[in-house]
């Protein structure tokens, strides 16, 4: 009988229990659909949301992870190369991640301060103007702002990825899975974009360094283009000189040629004759002047320049 008793009373017991939780609910329920319905700093802050555009395709932690073949490997990686090995291949998705995480810590501040000037909960006297209009007439005000609070602050956006960190892990395990070691390194967002700075610095001395080699390369390309066209010019300038001296050889030689040819026209008989004819028809004064004409080319000599001349003027 005692049993039953004890049963009866647990039972009723649990009965009560979840009649003053149903209650309770039902009266949390009807507090947050009102604040929802007539909270001015709720449906300020409600708007202000769907304004928002944070970046959400980025990460607060990047991990990655290296395999060495031995013990030996993991206790001596080096991390910082790594790392440089990891940004040098990601550099530009790394410059993207940064930039949005700037963007959105300051849309953050901005919706922070927004945030504030939403909060604008009701006060006394305005809530006996709510509950006047409303349908739900036994409302305290004292649970009523607990609401509006609790549901303001639990509308406000999560923190969007304002930094991230790179985690690195080094790992070996034995063939037999009897050995195993292991280290990690987080790489804070400081220390992140110090590298990638680092790397930028690195890679503007590369390309300083490739240009100042490309510029000595194109200087030689010149300096070696010009030598060529110089031997061009030289081999055609020697080809030049050397056809200048063969006509100027042809030239000498068709020039002996038609002195000869022409000295045995001057003293031969018939072209003696013919100078003779030509010498016989022409005036005494010509004659002279012929005849010293003769004397000054080597024709005749001075004896029979005199001779010719006494038998003109006689």
Known sequence: MTEYIVIGVVVAVIIAIIIAWSINRAIFKKYDRVVRETSPSYKNLSKL??????????????????????????????????????LYERENAFYDVFAKCKQNKNAWDKYCDDCEKAKIFVEENEFEK?????????????????????????????????????????SYTSPAGQSHAQRSCNISHEDVYATLLSLKEMRAKERIRLAKERDITTRQQVIENEEREMLKKNRELEKKVQRLEK??????????????????????????????????NLSPYEQLKRLKQMLDDGDIDYDEYNQKRKEIAG
């Open 130 to 170: 709510i509950v006047a209009n409303s349908n739900e007439k036994k409302l305290k005000y004292k649970k009523y702002n607990q609401h509006e609070q609790r549901i303001f602050e639990q509308t406000i956006l999560r923190l969007p990825t304002i930094t991230t960190s790179i985690y690195l892990l080094a």
């Open 49 to 86: 949301n769907q304004r928002q555009n944070f970046h959400t395709d980025i990460s607060n932690i990047y991990k990655y992870a290296e395999y060495p073949k031995s013990r030996r490997g993991v206790e001596n990686f080096n991390f910082q190369k790594f790392l440089t090995a990891i």
């Open 247 to 280: 006509e100027k050889e042809e030239l000498q030689s068709k020039e002996q040629e038609f002195q000869l040819a022409t000295k045995g026209h001057i003293y031969s008989a018939e072209a003696t004759k013919e100078s003779a004819d030509d010498f016989d």
